[in-house]
């Protein structure tokens, strides 16, 4: 009987994060605004990054420049629960196509913070990074245009 209620939890807890990975990527779909990004420790000025946008489906991340050019694209798929919330994207266009790339997310009403690291460096742990760590982290507003 402790068996069964233990498989039984187990099956209800792993169903419980497929939900709660299910309706973040419910809620990153649309298109976002990037309002920050810092590479390798060093942040962007704003006029690098004005009019950048990211637009997720359900399966894609496509980021483009102020003038619709795309920059890079990525399939991903998300994991973790809680504070550990992991993402994985894998570049389909742009520069390093093919390439994997590992980190984590928080979503938090219309923002959205990611950090990752280029294929070579060690995933993020937390939503800053350092010089040399071949990491990246973005912060994105929801769009409200149209």
């Not at 060093?42 to 997720?56: H, L, M, S, Y």
């Not at 294929?119 to 010089?131: D, V």
Request: proline fraction near 1%; hydrophobic fraction near 30%; aromatic fraction near 4%.
């Amino acid at each position: 009987m402790k068996l069964h209620l233990v498989g039984l939890s187990l099956a209800v807890g792993l169903v419980c994060v497929g939900l709660s990975r299910a309706e973040d990527k419910k809620s990153f779909v649309g298109t976002w605004q990037v309002v920050a990004c810092e590479k390798e420790g060093n942040k962007e000025a704003p006029d690098q990054i004005k009019g950048r946008t990211v637009t997720i489906t359900n399966d894609r991340i496509t980021c483009r420049d102020a003038s619709g050019k795309v920059l890079h694209a990525a399939t991903y798929r998300l994991s973790g629960t809680g504070d550990s919330k992991m993402i994985t994207m894998t570049l389909t266009e742009g520069d390093n196509k093919g390439q994997t790339c590992e980190g984590i997310y928080k979503l938090d009403g219309d923002t959205l913070s990611v950090c990752y690291a280029e294929q070579g460096g060690a995933t993020p742990k937390e939503f800053r990074t350092a010089a040399g760590s071949k990491q990246c982290c973005l912060i994105l507003k929801r769009s409200t245009e149209k």
